[in-house]
């Protein structure tokens, strides 16, 4: 592996064993296959839609085959927990759909999406040969945000992982980045099942364009009324 490079930090795993808010309906769950078959059971209810179901299908297998390779013990049960967890949340969109606002904050009560986030991806980053590079950059982000000023960072793609991911790489070092952060969302992630319940665990500035780049906004709440001079 390499070695973290001067002003690097690593990533941390640490926070894993948080817990959202909330028990699951599925806690009866105990298998791949007892899952499977009350997926199909919501389809045949009326309260999944087939489509639906079919991707979290795909999501499950995949997102398992991930998982897996991580080396923990206890990978599995992870892994079926967090499908689980998953699994609750789409189907309560399915059954009273979220709207978003043109800002959303990311929602922490009483169910704690963001936490959710984190714990999905968790299992699919390998803390132990990531670090972040150039951390000074970020104390002085942060300093520059408690003084007031706003920080643009823009990149030309962004995946569904990728807010979690960065929240994860800088979770011990700048928590309150991570969870400060307000993303530029588009209509995939506002609009997909299986997408929603994570960005809703986001605060998100929703503007439709047909770009191919994207920002991260980290701003004060008192900010947000100004967003139109980046628009």
Request: proline share 6%; aromatic share 10%.
């Amino acid at each position: 592996p390499r070695l973290p490079a001067k002003g690097a930090v690593l990533a941390s795993d640490t926070g894993a064993d948080e817990e959202v808010a909330g028990p699951s309906p599925l806690l009866d769950v105990r298998s791949e296959q007892e899952f499977v078959l009350r997926v199909r059971k919501e389809v045949e209810r009326g309260k999944l839609r087939p489509d639906v179901a079919d991707n979290f299908e795909n999501l499950y297998y995949n997102y398992k085959n991930a998982v897996l390779q991580n080396g923990d013990p206890n990978a599995y049960q992870i892994m079926l927990s967090n499908m689980m967890d998953l699994f609750d949340r789409v189907l309560l969109d399915e059954e009273n759909p979220f709207t978003f606002q043109p800002y959303h904050k990311a929602i922490r009560e009483p169910f704690d999406y963001y936490t959710f986030g984190q714990n999905y991806i968790r299992p699919l980053v390998d803390f132990r040969n990531s670090y972040v590079g150039n951390i000074s950059v970020f104390s002085d982000m942060e300093n520059q945000l408690r003084q007031g000023h706003n920080v643009v960072l823009m990149s030309n793609h962004q995946t569904e992982a990728d807010p979690a991911v960065i929240a994860l790489s800088l979770e011990r070092s700048n928590p309150w980045i991570s969870e400060n952060i307000v993303y530029v969302a588009g209509d995939r992630v506002l609009t997909d099942p299986l997408c929603k319940p994570f960005s809703m665990g986001r605060s998100v500035c929703i503007i439709m364009l047909n770009c191919c780049f994207c920002f991260l906004l980290i701003l004060l709440p008192e900010s947000i009324s100004h967003l139109n001079i980046f628009s």
